[in-house]
């Protein structure tokens, strides 16, 4: 058995990547370019795009909710898995990203499925119809759980939703942090566990992202 070390970890991960994702040129250009406008690299995991991208599939997601778009990475792989007529909303702070994100769409083919709005989710949020079938989570972790209120309101019974970062390097299970994105993350996942409008699990991941987790929840 190999040691279990983040080099180990990383190596396990890009191995079912290479198994079960394979080669994207689409994606890699999108990682390329978001590295080369000097973005963070805090796009998911090849394996969790995947991941993010068969519960769209499975869910039959037509309408798809992502906050905080980045570069765009998340937001092809949910694209790809609308049936004809769906659409991705997603939103993104940073003017800068977003210019990013609407070039790496178009290269990808995706950019008619998806509308992406500038400005800080807490104002682009109330002006959203309502009806997503899933929403993906993955911004300022600060204002997780105003986000997960906001997934509830914009969902129906049976909306799937996805929030990102959970375990943040284990730190995630001390009461005592003061990191903001961890205290941000641990009242998102008391709502999840308290608030009778979600069921929720969540799971540990290691690999090329280091230690971290996400959370799949159902509306009740
Ligand atoms: C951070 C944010 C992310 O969405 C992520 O996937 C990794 C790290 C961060 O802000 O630290
Ligand atoms: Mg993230």
Do not use: C
């Not at 079912?16 to 250009?29: I, K, N, Q, R, S």
């Not at 796009?43 to 778009?69: D, N, Q």
């Not at 997960?148 to 001390?174: F, S």
Request: glycine content about 10%.
């Amino acid at each position: 058995m190999a040691e279990p070390t983040p080099a180990n970890w990383a190596a396990a991960d890009r191995y079912l990547a290479d198994t079960l994702v394979g080669h994207d040129p689409a994606l890699e250009a999108v990682l390329a370019a978001q590295r080369e406008a000097g973005l963070p690299e805090s796009e998911v995991a090849p394996v969790a795009g995947k991941l993010l991208h068969l519960l769209a599939r499975i869910s039959g997601a037509r309408r798809i909710l992502e906050i905080g778009t980045l570069a765009g990475y998340s937001t092809i792989w949910l694209a790809r898995a609308l049936p004809e007529g769906g659409e991705v909303v997603t939103i993104e702070a940073e003017p800068h990203h977003a210019e990013i994100a609407r070039a790496n769409l178009e290269r990808a083919g995706v950019a008619e499925r998806v509308d992406i709005r500038v400005g800080g989710a807490i104002d682009v949020l109330p002006t959203l119809l309502p009806g997503f079938d899933l929403v993906f989570i993955d911004a300022d972790k600060e204002r997780n759980t105003a986000y997960l209120d906001w997934a509830a309101r914009l969902g129906r019974p049976g909306t799937v939703i996805v929030l990102d970062n959970i375990g943040r390097a284990g730190e995630v299970a001390d009461p005592a942090s003061s990191d903001p994105k961890v205290i941000g993350t641990r009242a998102a996942l008391d709502m999840l566990g308290t608030d009778a409008r979600f069921e929720a699990s969540a799971l540990q991941t290691v690999g090329i992202k280091g230690w971290d987790g996400i959370a799949v929840a159902v509306l009740v």
